[in-house]
């Protein structure tokens, strides 16, 4: 069994402004959502595969995501040992709420289609709900990934997140369960989805003191009350419609990311906590995963219902938090 836990920190600085905008003007104008993955000498033929197809499938899915593009390191020599299935280091944005909610309102007026952002911003109430309970920042941490996706931020960050794989790791790389193999590309798909989007200001290291991750506006105790930001024992699910529908639990259980599902080896998920070898997951429409992308601003053409960097918005600077799959 393992858990998607993360920990430990790392601070580094990216590339450069000058090779960033050499390293954009050789990119390709599109006009949806293009994933770029680069692999280093440690990535089978295999692994490269299967993360392209997860790719494939991430752009299909989100296909309505217009104009971005994300850049993603591969590499299985990346400090992920031991227990530990995967880990990434993801750049991550803060805005005022108002902006934050006012872009969310600006996406979903452009994307009536995308029925998970409708609901998720009219749930929103147009002053922070926890600037004053216990939360006295402003801010709202997302990955860059994310505010690209709202029209927050324009252009590559060129490198949006690095995911190391474990070498040491026994992985199924076809997407077909396996007796005692962890499937490799549901590794990716809940690595991908957190350098998109997916996270928690509860998860220790986050670096904005007193802020939230875009999706902790969406954690709820019951119909029309939201869990506390705060306490990541209270038990809490995620909803787009204000506590309305419960999608999906969140995990509870210290180690694992609090923004992850609680574990379900017999119906597993891509983000769950603790993930068991044997099994496989279909990410779809139909996934929990699908409706946190959707209600953060990826848009995508089906049917209706980590790490941090720190930049942009109103805040300097850059710092790194390791996030892994850990034992």
Same mark, same amino acid.
């Given at each position: 069994?393992?858990?998607?836990?993360?920990?430990?920190?790392?601070?580094?600085?990216?590339?450069?402004?000058?090779?960033?905008?050499?390293?954009?003007?050789?990119?390709?104008?599109?006009?949806?959502?293009?994933?770029?993955?680069?692999?280093?000498?440690?990535?089978?033929?295999?692994?490269?595969?299967?993360?392209?197809?997860?790719?494939?499938?991430?752009?299909?899915?989100?296909?309505?995501?217009?104009?971005?593009?994300?850049?993603?390191?591969?590499?299985?020599?990346?400090?992920?040992?031991?227990?530990?299935?995967?880990?990434?280091?993801?750049?991550?944005?803060?805005?005022?709420?108002?902006?934050?909610?006012?872009?969310?309102?600006?996406?979903?007026?452009?994307?009536?289609?995308?029925?998970?952002?409708?609901?998720?911003?009219?749930?929103?109430?147009?002053?922070?709900?926890?600037?004053?309970?216990?939360?006295?920042?402003?801010?709202?941490?997302?990955?860059?990934?994310?505010?690209?996706?709202?029209?927050?931020?324009?252009?590559?960050?060129?490198?949006?997140? #690095?995911?190391?794989?474990?070498?040491?790791?026994?992985?199924?790389?076809? %997407?077909?369960?396996?007796?005692?193999?962890?499937?490799?590309?549901?590794?990716?798909?809940?690595?991908?989805?957190?350098?998109?989007?997916?996270?928690?200001?509860?998860?220790?290291?986050?670096?904005?003191? %007193?802020?939230?991750?875009?999706?902790?506006?969406?954690?709820?105790?019951?119909?029309?009350?939201?869990?506390?930001?705060?306490?990541?024992?209270?038990?809490?699910?995620?909803?787009?419609?204000?506590?309305?529908?419960?999608?999906?639990?969140?995990?509870?259980?210290?180690?694992?990311?609090?923004?992850?599902?609680?574990?379900?080896? %017999?119906?597993?998920?891509?983000?769950?906590?603790?993930?068991?070898?044997?099994?496989?997951?279909?990410?779809?429409?139909?996934?929990?995963?699908?409706?946190?992308?959707? #209600?953060?601003?990826?848009?995508?053409?089906?049917?209706?219902?980590? #790490?941090?960097?720190?930049?942009?918005?109103?805040?300097?600077?850059?710092?790194?938090?390791?996030?892994?799959?850990?034992?």
């Amino acid at each position: 069994m393992k858990k998607d836990g993360r920990s430990g920190n790392a601070r580094h600085w990216h590339v450069g402004a000058v090779g960033l905008l050499m390293m954009l003007a050789c990119m390709p104008a599109r006009a949806d959502l293009v994933i770029l993955p680069t692999y280093d000498g440690t990535v089978s033929a295999a692994a490269q595969t299967a993360f392209n197809t997860v790719v494939s499938l991430f752009e299909a899915t989100y296909s309505g995501t217009a104009n971005m593009t994300v850049g993603i390191d591969v590499t299985f020599n990346g400090g992920c040992t031991g227990g530990c299935l995967g880990q990434s280091t993801t750049t991550l944005v803060a805005y005022s709420y108002s902006q934050w909610y006012n872009a969310m309102g600006a996406d979903a007026a452009a994307n009536p289609g995308n029925t998970y952002l409708a609901a998720g911003y009219a749930s929103l109430p147009a002053t922070n709900p926890y600037a004053n309970a216990g939360n006295p920042s402003d801010y709202v941490g997302m990955t860059y990934a994310n505010a690209q996706a709202l029209g927050l931020e324009s252009g590559s960050y060129f490198m949006d997140s #690095t995911i190391a794989f474990n070498p040491s790791q026994t992985f199924e790389y076809t %997407g077909t369960a396996t007796a005692g193999d962890y499937d490799f590309m549901n590794t990716a798909e809940h690595e991908l989805d957190e350098a998109l989007g997916i996270g928690s200001g509860l998860n220790p290291g986050f670096p904005f003191p %007193g802020a939230n991750m875009a999706e902790d506006y969406f954690r709820y105790a019951s119909n029309g009350v939201r869990g506390s930001s705060t306490d990541s024992t209270q038990s809490v699910y995620f909803s787009y419609d204000g506590g309305l529908t419960n999608v999906q639990t969140f995990n509870t259980v210290s180690g694992g990311d609090f923004n992850d599902w609680a574990q379900e080896c %017999g119906t597993p998920h891509v983000q769950d906590a603790f993930t068991c070898s044997g099994v496989a997951s279909t990410y779809d429409s139909n996934s929990p995963e699908f409706a946190v992308m959707s #209600t953060l601003g990826y848009d995508g053409t089906a049917p209706e219902p980590g #790490t941090w960097a720190l930049m942009g918005g109103a805040l300097g600077g850059l710092a790194l938090l390791r996030r892994r799959v850990a034992r």
